[in-house]
């Protein structure tokens, strides 16, 4: 069942640029109290003003309770978002941010290699951190546009070896074929970025082992929104509702109608805040964060965007 947590007050403390187009926003506590515990991958949603909310991925130190740092790209077709607070948010500006929440953690494997498109980096930097500070085996592919415009070159100087920094103004696109070509089965691969740097590695990593690679998305794979809208129903076991979901109805929409507390946030299922149980029927995914494997369980759903293959959808609510 999806619990609801309520947004939690911050001051911007410092902000900084740190590339073209990128500024970083380090935020602290409005109460003074410790953040919640997050680990690399999680992400925080942010609220910039009204109903204006957006995710962001976090790029400080999970072990530095007392600060958030989220990096932000100023989008050139900004639904709001980023305009906002790289016009608008100052030192000493009032924000909300919900989570942490995270969709894209960091597995175990015994080797690793990270793959950055642009601002793909942000969840990346704290992985490659802790995979550096643990000794293992690893290797960063960073690209960008051209090299005045990727950030956190100077963190990742640090790093030494590992980290191939590749300005494509330069270099051309990451050469994807030598990365990618051989499959490993040891080799945990991940991947953030712009949609098609993502789709290119996810059809190279077609053959490799199920659960090699990860990826997050900040945008809906190309058509995952598709589809035929037919009607459904969805019973709610928790609640002991039956609702009927119309074609131009999300779950979520006809949910929130019906009076119960559902957390939703990107609306377009690449954050995963409104994840829940299916207890019965078959989903129909829409979502951009489930891995084949895991839509083939049918265990969870998105219910801000996905539909059902079944006449009735039992979920856990």
């Known amino acids: 069942m999806v619990n609801i947590e309520g947004p939690i007050a911050v001051k911007v403390h410092r902000v900084r640029t740190v590339a073209e187009g990128v500024a970083v926003f380090e935020l602290v506590r409005e109460s003074g109290e410790p953040f919640p515990r ?20 976090l790029c400080g130190d999970p072990d530095d309770r ?20 790289h016009d608008e948010v100052v030192p000493g500006a009032s924000l909300a941010v919900r989570g942490p929440r995270n969709a894209f953690p960091l597995g175990s494997g015994p080797r690793y290699l990270f793959i950055a498109g642009g601002i793909g980096i942000t969840p990346l930097l704290p992985m490659v951190r ?50 990618l070509g051989e499959p490993a089965d040891d080799v945990e691969v991940y991947c953030c970025g712009p949609g098609a740097l993502i789709d290119a590695v996810e059809e190279r990593c077609a053959k490799w082992p199920p ?46 109608a019906a ?22 029927g078959v989903p129909d995914h829409r979502d951009s964060l489930l891995t084949d494997e895991e839509k083939a369980e049918n265990d969870t759903i998105m219910i801000c965007c996905s539909r059902s293959r079944t006449p009735l959808l039992v979920l856990d609510l």
């Open 38 to 57: 997050w680990e690399q991958g999680a992400h925080v949603d942010v609220v910039v003003g009204g109903d204006l909310e957006r995710q962001y991925s």
């Open 66 to 85: 007392t600060t958030l740092t989220i990096a932000v790209l100023r989008e050139p077709e900004s639904r709001g978002g980023s305009r906002r607070l």
């Open 130 to 179: 802790e995979v550096a500070a643990a000794g293992a085996d690893w290797r960063l592919v960073y690209g960008g546009r051209r090299a005045a415009s990727m950030a956190f070159v100077d963190d990742l100087a640090g790093l030494g070896d590992p980290v191939t920094l590749w300005p494509q103004d330069r270099l051309g696109p990451i050469d994807l074929d030598s990365l």
């Open 211 to 256: 659960g090699a690679l990860h990826v997050e998305r900040f945008r809906p794979r190309e058509g995952a929104l598709d589809g035929e809208r037919g009607a459904f129903r969805v019973r709610l076991e928790a609640s002991g509702l039956t609702l009927d979901v119309g074609p131009a109805q999300s779950i979520a929409e006809v949910v929130e």
């Open 259 to 280: 009076g119960v507390d559902v957390m939703t946030s990107c609306r377009e299922g690449t954050c995963g805040t409104c994840e829940t149980t299916v207890l019965d």
